[in-house]
C-alpha cells in the first residue's frame, strides 16, 4: 500500500480533536501502541506493532522524500505479539528498538489523522494518505499549511526532542 505522510508537531491536541469531531471524522483507535523494532542481515527494517489485542508486522520501502514521508508499505495481521517477536529473531532479524506511545486515530475522506504522543515528545499529528493531495487536503482541513509541517521518522522526532 502507498503511504504518504507528514506530521504537525508541537499542537495543542484539544483544539485538532475539536476541528476532527466538527469535520464528522470518525474514532478508529484510542489506546497504547507497543512497538518492537528489527532489522535484517540486509539493513531492512520490520515492525511488529500491537494495538489492542491486534498485532501487525510491517515492512516499509521508501519510496521518496519531498517534503512528505513517502513509503510503500506491506503489512500482515497477526494474533500473538510475544510469538511473532520470537518468530522475527528466529528468522535472523536483530530486536534493535522498542516504543510505546498513546495514539487516537481518526479517519475523514481517505484521510487519516493520528494524533501520537510519546513520553518526552510533546503531542503532534501526524497526516496520512495515498497522495500528495489528499495530504494536503488534510493538513489545510486542520487550519495548517504545508510550511507547519514536518518530514519525520519516529527515529528523527526521538532525536529532534532529544529522547532514547
Known amino acids: 500500500?502507498?503511504?504518504?505522510?507528514?506530521?504537525?508537531?508541537?499542537?495543542?491536541?484539544?483544539?485538532?480533536?475539536?476541528?476532527?469531531?466538527?469535520?464528522?471524522?470518525?474514532?478508529k483507535f484510542e489506546g497504547t501502541v507497543v512497538a518492537h523494532f528489527f532489522?535484517?542481515?540486509?539493513?531492512?527494517?520490520?515492525?511488529?506493532?500491537?494495538?489492542?489485542?491486534?498485532?501487525?508486522v510491517t515492512a516499509k520501502q521508501k519510496v521518496g522524500s519531498d517534503g512528505m514521508l513517502h513509503n510503500?508499505?506491506?503489512?500482515?495481521?497477526?494474533?500473538?505479539?510475544?510469538?511473532?517477536?520470537k518468530i522475527l529473531e528466529i528468522a535472523g532479524l536483530e530486536k534493535y528498538g522498542d516504543s510505546i506511545k498513546t495514539?487516537?486515530?481518526?479517519?475523514?475522506?481517505?484521510?487519516?489523522?493520528?494524533?501520537?504522543?510519546?513520553?518526552g515528545i510533546p503531542e503532534y499529528v501526524e497526516v496520512e494518505a495515498q497522495s500528495?493531495?489528499?495530504?494536503?487536503?488534510?493538513?489545510?482541513?486542520?487550519?495548517?499549511t504545508m510550511e507547519d509541517t514536518a518530514c519525520l521518522t519516529e527515529g528523527d522526532l526521538r532525536e529532534k526532542y532529544k529522547v532514547r
Open 103 to 119: 495514539r487516537e486515530s481518526y479517519r475523514f475522506n481517505d484521510i487519516t489523522f493520528d494524533i501520537d504522543e510519546y513520553p
Open 132 to 144: 500528495h493531495e489528499k495530504v494536503e487536503e488534510g493538513v489545510k482541513l486542520l487550519g495548517f
Open 1 to 27: 500500500m502507498n503511504e504518504i505522510e507528514v506530521k504537525i508537531l508541537d499542537i495543542d491536541g484539544e483544539s485538532i480533536r475539536r476541528k476532527l469531531e466538527v469535520m464528522g471524522a470518525k474514532k
Open 72 to 85: 510503500e508499505e506491506y503489512e500482515v495481521e497477526t494474533s500473538n505479539f510475544a510469538s511473532m517477536a
Open 39 to 56: 532489522r535484517g542481515p540486509n539493513g531492512k527494517k520490520i515492525r511488529l506493532r500491537r494495538m489492542w489485542d491486534t498485532c501487525y
